[in-house]
C-alpha cells in the first residue's frame, strides 16, 4: 500500500515550502519571497512518531488567476487536494483571512477530507496572538499559529497531521521502486514524457522556457513494475543562470540525478546532440546512474533507411563515454515507443545494482590477461593479482596490482571492455579502483 499523502496548500507567499522545509528536514522547494515560485507540486518523505507519510508542497491557490501560469499553478494544487489524505491548509496571520482565503476555504470544504488550518508567521513568543481568532471565520476548525521560519507550534501541527492520518496497514512499507530521473536541457519534452506516461497532467506543461522549475516526483506502477518518475527543471547554461531561483534549480537537478537509480537522457532530435546535452549527461554519468539515451520528437524527423543508424553513430561520437547506455527513438507528442521505455529501465536498474561472482569476475581477467599483456614502462611490468566486486550502483571493482602507476588508463579501459563483453552491464558506468599490493601479500 502506497503511504499517506499530505498536501500544503493555500494562497502565494504564505510560507507554505519554508512549512514544508522544516518538517522534511532539508532545502527541497525553493524558498523566495516572490510569489509563485514554487510551480509545480513537490513530493518528499517525512516521518513523524513513526509513521512514515508522503508530504506535497504545491505552488499558491490564486483563485482569480487570468495568466496561463497562475492558473495552472491553481490546478495543480487542485491535484494535490484531490489525492491528499489530510490537507494542511496555510494562511498568514499578519494579513488576516483574506477573501482568496475564504475562498480556499470554501473549495476544502467541500473535498471532506481532513483539514489543518495553519496560521503562519506569528514569530512572537509566549501567549497566544489576539489575531488568530479571526481565522474562525473560516469555519474549519481551530486554528494553530506557527512560525515556520522560527520552528513555534511545527511539532504541534505534525502531532494534528499524525491524528488524521488513515488506519496504518500493514503492507505501508514501501516496495522496490525504481527511481527515474528525467534529465536534459529545457524544452525537449521532460515534462511532456511524464504525462504521457501518467495518462494525467501531473507537471505543468507550457512553452514558458523553464516552467518547471523544482523537480517534481510522481509515483507511477503499471504491468512491468514501480517507479517514481522525477521530472527535473532544465539545467539551463550557466551563463543563462542569473536569478537565485534557476541558480536552486540547476542544484535541484543534480540531487535529483543524485537520488535516481536511472536517468533517462532526453536529446531533442530536431538538434541533434549539442554542448549543454553532453554537459548534463555527464553529470549522470559521474553520478553513476544507469542511464537511457531518449531522443525524443523521433516524430518531426524525415527518415529514410539509414536516419537511425546514423543518428546513433552520431550521438555516440559526440558522447563518447556514453557508449555503454541504450538510445531509444520516441515522441512524447504521439506516445511512439514510450511503452518500450519501461523494460529498458527495469534492465538498465538491474544492470547498474549487478553483482558478479568473485571467482567467474577472476576467470575472464585470467583470461583478458592471456590475451592482451599489461603494459610495460622503463622495464617494469604491470602485474594484475586479481579483481573483485565492491559495490553496486555502479558496479565498482577494485584490482590488485603491484605498481598503480603501470596501470594505465587505455589497460583499465580495455579491462572494461572485457568484463561487459563477459556481463553485459548495458546502461550502467564501470568504476575501477586500483590499489597496490605486495608479491609476498598475494
Known sequence: MAKPIVAIVGKPNVGKSTFFNYIVGKRISIVEDKPGVTRDRVYAQANWRGRDFTL?????????????????ISDQANIAINIADVIVFVTDIKQGPTQIDKEIALRLKKSKKPIILVCNKADNYGKTPE???????????????????????IGDILDEIYNNLPPQEENELEDEIIKVAVIGKPNVGKSSL????????????????????DAIDSYFENEFGKYTFIDTAGI??????????????????????????????LIDATEGVTEQDAKIAGEAHEAGKGIILVIN???EIEKDNHTVENFKRDTYNKLSYLTYAPIIFISAKTGQRVDKLYSLINDVAAQNARRVNTSVLNDVLNEAIALVQPPTDKGKR??????????????????????????????????????????????????????????KDV
Open 236 to 265: 539551463r547554461r550557466k551563463s543563462k543562470v542569473n536569478e537565485n531561483i534557476e541558480k536552486y534549480s540547476v542544484m535541484r537537478s543534480l540531487l535529483a540525478i543524485e537520488r535516481s537509480d536511472v536517468c533517462l537522457m
Open 194 to 213: 511524464i504525462n504521457r506516461i501518467l495518462g494525467e497532467e501531473r507537471v505543468i506543461v507550457s512553452n514558458v522556457a523553464g516552467t518547471t522549475r
Open 56 to 72: 506535497i508542497d504545491t505552488g499558491g491557490i490564486d483563485v482569480d488567476a487570468e495568466d496561463e501560469i497562475t492558473a495552472r
Open 297 to 299: 520528437k523521433w516524430d
Open 382 to 439: 604491470l602485474k594484475i593479482y586479481y579483481m573483485t566486486q565492491a559495490t553496486t550502483k555502479p558496479p565498482t571493482f577494485i584490482v590488485f596490482v603491484n605498481n598503480k602507476e603501470l596501470f594505465h588508463f587505455s589497460y583499465e579501459r580495455y579491462l572494461v571492455n572485457q568484463i561487459r563483453k563477459e556481463f553485459g552491464l548495458q546502461g550502467t558506468p564501470i568504476r575501477m579502483i586500483v590499489r597496490e599490493k605486495l608479491d
Open 131 to 153: 489575531e488568530l481568532y479571526e481565522f474562525y471565520s473560516l469555519g474549519l476548525g481551530t486554528p494553530n499559529a506557527v512560525s515556520s521560519t522560527n520552528a513555534i507550534g
